[in-house]
């Protein structure tokens, strides 16, 4: 490897290094980092951690499966039919894994050992600060869609239950939609994101894999073995056009957002090699990739282009297999609300402590009252969000172009600010062709982002 000479000045702007301190972001469950000191490190790199390889495997598919999966039926519906669907998914999956490689290297390269982290060392203030502000943004928008997906599987649950078709009028006022979400989340997530630390990742972890399995075994069963009632509308068998199959790229994006969480990982493992880390995001994307598709082909081919965004609101109230899958996302949610909302907030705080310059130790007195105001103030922005933008398709293509960025903008950024630190007099064929590869992550990701947003403006607020 070149000699590398990484920008680490965080103490631009006359603020403290130390400041950030409190935010070690976005570690998914089970991550045991050490932590940084000057002298303890190796040489040649970060001090080692306690992860195997299978170890990191699941941790990354746990990071990587979630309430995307709902989306992904509507996705290929969106792409054009399976053939589409299938044929973007293994494209973009190249551009994902090699974000996840390039972001271990960066890593490496700057003994940093977060996402937001690595961003600060490799390409300097302003965009650190510009992907500590997209991190905070992306948990505020998958925290509204998760009391969206509360609020869809809730409706199902309570019209079986209460024995009388959805949406029917005079129905009592403790079964309307906005009463529910917001009492489950008044009763619940509330209290669970008040404390400053969350000791129950391992549990949000292993509910969230139990659920995301239980839906995609019952995508696939119902398709082949489908209810009577089930009868697909039009299966499409080509894209409508170009814009179509590019509308479908911000659902994949978000459903294979693993890349804020992944850094941590990368770093926890025993053998924190960027060789090794090749295989086991390479094998960790290949299982994800087979969940995805087996959802979303199966999904699709069931209620052909009539499919729902959420495919579980697809199926019929009284399917009691279903009404469990129900469920277990509903749980799941419930737990992974506070941790991405902890993210987040850890984000802000950070921000907050570098703007006015004043390390941790010395702002502990007001830490507690801070906390609280904002953890109410994203709790109630969120939930009156949830309960005015009911589509969760259009929040999910909304953060899916921030995942965008996280997935190819600052994993390329960071690749061209690396080997533009290279100190070669000489620059041989394979520099330009990762400052090459570097551009076109940016552009692709910048792309993807572009459209998603003028999407959300030009179309959704105009219509």
């Known amino acids: 490897m070149a000699q590398v000479s990484i920008n680490s000045d965080l103490g631009e702007w006359g603020l403290s290094t130390d400041s950030g301190e409190r935010a070690r972001l976005l570690q998914s469950p089970s991550v045991d980092i050490a932590p940084k000191s000057e002298g303890e490190a190796p040489p040649g790199g970060l001090g080692r951690g306690t992860t195997s390889t299978l170890g990191a495997i699941f941790i990354v598919v746990n990071a990587c499966l979630g309430a995307g999966l709902l989306n992904f039926p509507a996705a290929f519906s969106t792409a054009g039919g399976v053939a589409a669907g299938i044929t973007l998914q293994m494209a973009m999956l190249v551009f994902i894994i090699s974000g996840l490689v390039i972001l271990a290297y960066c890593s490496q390269a700057s003994n940093e050992r977060t996402y937001q982290e690595v961003v600060w060392a490799v390409c300097g203030k302003l965009t650190g600060v510009l992907c500590e502000v997209a991190i905070a943004t992306y948990t505020f928008g998958t925290c509204i869609a998760f009391l969206i997906i509360i609020g869809d599987q809730q409706d199902k649950i309570i019209a079986v239950m209460a024995k009388e078709p959805e949406g029917a009028g005079g129905s009592p006022w403790y079964t309307d939609r906005k009463f529910t979400i917001s009492l489950t989340a008044f009763l619940f997530i509330l209290p669970l994101s008040i404390p400053r630390e969350i000791g129950f990742q391992k549990y949000a972890s292993f509910l969230s894999v139990v659920g995301t399995w239980y839906v995609t075994a019952i995508v696939i069963i119902k398709y082949i073995w489908p209810d009577k009632e089930m009868t697909p509308a039009d299966i499409l068998n080509r894209p409508a056009s170009w814009i179509a199959v590019f509308n479908a790229m911000p659902t994949i994006c978000f459903g294979f957002q693993c890349h804020v969480s992944s850094v941590p990982v990368f770093n926890s493992m025993r053998r924190p090699e960027v060789k090794t880390w090749g295989g086991v995001v390479t094998a960790a994307m290949v299982i994800a990739l087979a969940v995805y598709m087996g959802t979303g082909i199966c999904g699709f081919l069931t209620f052909g282009a009539a499919v729902d965004p959420d495919v579980l609101l697809s199926y019929p109230s009284e399917d009691m297999a279903v009404a469990v899958a129900r469920a277990f996302f509903i749980l799941s ?131």
């Open 333 to 463: 949610v419930l737990t992974s609300y506070p941790i991405l909302h902890f993210c987040g907030r850890a984000v802000v705080e950070g921000l907050w402590l570098r703007y006015q310059g004043m390390p941790v130790e010395e702002d502990v007195g007001r830490e507690r009252r801070r906390r609280v105001l904002q953890t109410l103030v994203w709790f109630l922005l969120t939930l009156l969000l949830a309960l005015f933008i009911p589509d969760i398709g259009k929040v999910i293509s909304v953060i899916g172009g921030l995942a965008a960025c996280f997935i190819f903008v600052f994993p390329g950024l960071c690749l061209i600010q690396a080997k533009l630190s290279e100190m070669e007099e000489v620059k041989p064929a394979s520099w330009w062709a990762m400052v090459s590869y570097g551009v076109l992550l940016v552009t692709l990701g910048a792309f993807i982002f572009g459209q998603t947003t003028a999407n959300a403006i030009f179309v959704d607020l105009l219509a």
